[in-house]
């Protein structure tokens, strides 16, 4: 470790006059020790969902039985869903990353409610193992996708009822953090950190957190209802009882489409926070990133019915959220054009977490492009619900959020562990991952446009060629993978040790020893430069 | 752009081309550009950086084009969208039922199937609904999409301008065997469709025949309509009061002893406001014969296993009952038949024995028996079947083998 740790004992090591062992971690009000127990966390579940992907491709490799039969198959992707989206997408880097380095960025000690902070990851604890749960007990695994649609999740006998506890529980915890990084953002900002000196990683989280605050309750709403509708057989969304399967689309999507948007935006703020440091040059449009972030959270409130175009819902609700729908790529767009500025006229160090976000900002405009396929009604009536809107999602959410997080492991992993990986396999691991990832979900768009329905075990022969070129793609994509985290757990025993600054970043973090120390700052900062002024700064080493 | 004389398929597949167009042309800018700077402005070429932090007339250059393009494309989208759900008038109505795991066709006159038969060059309104979950009736081929509601009517329409068959899927996820939801749109020329609507199914049956042969028919109507006996028409299993010899009336159910003894002994219990005037069959009729008008009364016009495993296929009761003895969602017909069978109803283990006074019942209203055990209480009533359809099943599942003891 570094020369700073003999003065300051780093967050990993026990504070002076204590014993560390596990109960240090797992009731630790650290907001450090708490983004790295999630970061383990998320990972771990990160490697369980790709395991399941991975076998879904497996099946799909030819049409009829592969490996596993149709109630299987139901189960896992619907697992897959549970698993990706609510216990490793949505908490991901603003649990993870954002709790580590929000409170430093800002020149704090730590979050404003330390110990609610440890309370949410405990209720992500407490979610993970009801999910678990609910696939070995009650009458076999959930098999209603990750959406559980009405009337099908009201019917199923499968274990439905412990899988909506779990997400109800899940997004406490999201509450919960959303709402300490507002009030740390608001109230702990150190002297000289005005909100336009905010490095746009916390901007990026405050919108976030907005989101977190206002749209999961409505989740939470509604998978008591599915529970209340099992349970005690309500008949809210029975029309034989005078409720309405639709009302329950427009409930979930109220949550969920902002979700998206949960798990986009701290993603692009990373992405703002690594294109300036290697490109040695002030971010370009710093207002207007900050504020498209709050653009998207505000006009990403409002577009949930897009998801709804062939529901039954009336015409008029088509054309209104269409049109809105269009509208929400403005603020998406004008962050891609500023961040492609931003190396204009730069002095481009090519490092690993470089890569990273160019391959975000590729897959991410890939993503978001063909949502315009998605958004406008004519063509949404013939791709909804096929694989087409299967590769869009996972180019936005993972070429997006998840090589975002990459880029972020490899951005602040020096930071973390005062170690640096080896840099070569890091780029071979995304060059790997970059290219299996297209091999993967590219084809899927092309047999999405044929016809071929999502969520379908079997296949019409027609589309047997896509589908084995996408399974080949998912070995190159779980092969680049396994590289990266084997080379980062590499580094995290064998790095070489590295200094305070390894990049020449100018936000706080990188003022602090590497690893951080317990209380972050000897005294409180001042700050009296911008997040991207580079003059003087300098890589050290 | 001549929106009018473009067909739904041509102005949603025009919405596809521009927006591709744009995407890819946005895409190798953005890809380009950025490929661009990493090598031109790599700290070996470029080693001190320029320090501007914005361009105020860029920024809004690339708010406002974009907005304006959107709306633009937003405009192509909503075009092609109107295009599909405008239906021209005069379009033939096809009546659509989903339900796990099949898809049930009505058409004009009341012919059922479950192919989508449709003619050439016009304009057909699908007029959906869903018994059980959602589904979504989807053919690629003419770009629509919609989903199947329960307790709710949605439409789609289309006009094929090529004969043909096309894929039918499901694209809203819907259990088990959502993925063998798929079923055939048939395209055919106007004449072909005509001919095809008015042929009947029904394939008849030697009882039917034999009841021409000994004139019963002359008597007894087949469609309801009042005759010189009672119709045959929902005869079987019915309550009629008769009168007896004595003058004493009671109540009767029309059932397989009854039908008997009305053969041999027609006068013996008369239905109440009929006269006294048919004939013993006793001796004009021989006892094979009689057997089989007998089997044609109770099981059906359309008497026959073949007609039985047609309409199994049509309804989609093979979509969850094999016919090979696997359990997919439902118990297998193979060896159904005489099979006892433990059913839960209201909280409560009952014996019953498939026999077919059950299954009639089982099949033309499931909720109301209760569960077999084992299985999910997923089947829907089938209140349309009529009697002898109900009878043509049941001659099927009893050919597909009675339950070994």
Known sequence: MSADAHDHPNFFQPQPGTKG?????????????????????????????????????????????????????????????????????????????????????IGAEDVSFPRLNIFSWWLYVTGAVLAVVSLVTGKGAPDTGWTFYVPFSAVTTTNVDVAVVAVFILGFSSILTGLNFITTLHRLRAPGMTWTRLPLFCWSLYATGWIQVL??????????????????????????????????????????????????????????EILPVFARKPIFGYKMIAFSSLAIAFAGSLVWAHHMFVSGMSDTAVMVFSFLTFVVAIPSAIKVFNWVSTLYKGSIRVEPPLWYALAFIFLFSIGGLTGLVLGSAGTDVHVHDTYFVVAHFHYVIFGGLGFGLFGAMHYWFPKVYGRMYDKRIANWSCLIAFVGFNILYFPMFIIGLQGMPRRYYDYLPKYAEGHFI????SWVLAAGLLLMFWNLWRGIRHGKPVGRNPWGAATLEWMVPSPPPHHNFDAEPVVTHGPYDYTGVKPDA | MYPQSLTPV?????????????????????????????????????????????????????TVIPSIIVMGLFYYGWEGYKALRTVPEGAMEIKVTARMWSWVFEYPGGKRGSVLVAPVDTPVKLRMTSVDVLHSLYVPAFRIKMDTVPGMETYAWFKADRPGEYDLLCAEYCGLKHANMITTVKVVDKAAFDAWLAST??????????????????????????????????????????????????????????????????????????????????????????????????????????????????????????????IIAGP?????????????????????????????????????????????????PYEHLTPEQLGAMVEYIKSLGEHAH
């Open chain 2, 332 to 380: 297998s017909l193979k060896g159904l038949w005489n099979a006892p069978t433990t059913v839960l109803r209201d909280g409560k283990e009952q014996q019953v024995t498939a026999d077919e006074v059950y299954l009639r019942a089982k099949i033309a209203n499931a909720p109301s028996l209760g569960t077999v055990k084992g299985y999910d209480p997923m089947m829907p």
């Open chain 1, 470 to 473: 996408s399974t080949m793609g």
């Open chain 1, 215 to 272: 749209a999961t309750p409505v989740l939470g709403i509604t998978v008591l209802l599915i529970f209340a509708e099992r349970v005690l057989g309500v008949g809210l969304f029975d029309p034989s009882r005078g409720g309405d399967p639709i009302l329950y689309q427009h409930l979930f999507w109220i949550y969920s489409h902002p979700a998206v948007y949960i798990m986009i935006l701290p993603a692009m703020g990373v992405i703002s």
């Open chain 1, 21 to 105: 062992g596990i109960a240090s971690w797992i009731f630790s009000t650290d907001h450090k020790r708490i983004g790295m127990l999630y970061l383990y966390c998320i990972v771990a579940m990160f490697l369980v969902g790709l395991t399941l992907g991975f076998l879904i491709r497996l099946e799909l490799i030819a049409p009829g039985r592969t490996i596993m039969g149709p109630q299987t198959y139901n189960a896992l992707f619907t697992l897959h869903g549970v698993v990706m989206i609510f216990l490793v997408v949505i908490p991901s880097i603003p649990a993870a990353f954002g709790n580590i380095f929000l409170p430093i960025q």
């Open chain 2, 10 to 62: 041509q102005q949603v597949d025009l919405a596809f081309i521009i927006i591709f167009g744009f995407s890819v042309f946005v895409l190798l800018v953005i890809t380009a550009a950025m490929l661009w700077f990493v090598w031109r402005y790599h700290e070996s070429r470029h080693p001190v950086p320029a320090q501007f932090s914005g361009n105020v007339p860029a920024e809004i250059a690339w």
């Open chain 2, 201 to 326: 199914d029904a394939p008849g049956g030697k009882g039917r025949a034999l009841m021409d042969t000994y004139g019963c028919i002359s008597c007894h109507s087949l469609d309801g309509t009042p005759g010189v006996g009672p119709t045959f028409k929902d005869l079987y299993g019915a309550e009629r009061e008769v009168a007896l010899p004595d003058g004493t009336k009671r109540k009767v159910f029309a059932d397989e002893g009854y039908l008997r003894r009305a053969f041999t002994d027609p006068n013996g219990e008369l239905v109440v406001g009929y006269d006294p005037i048919m004939p013993s069959t006793e001796g004009m009729v021989p006892n094979e014969d009689m057997e089989q008008m007998l089997a044609w009364l109770m099981h059906g016009n359309e008497v026959g296993r073949e007609e039985g495993r047609r309409l199994m296929e049509a309804e989609g009761c093979i979509s969850c009952h094999s016919t090979d003895g696997s």
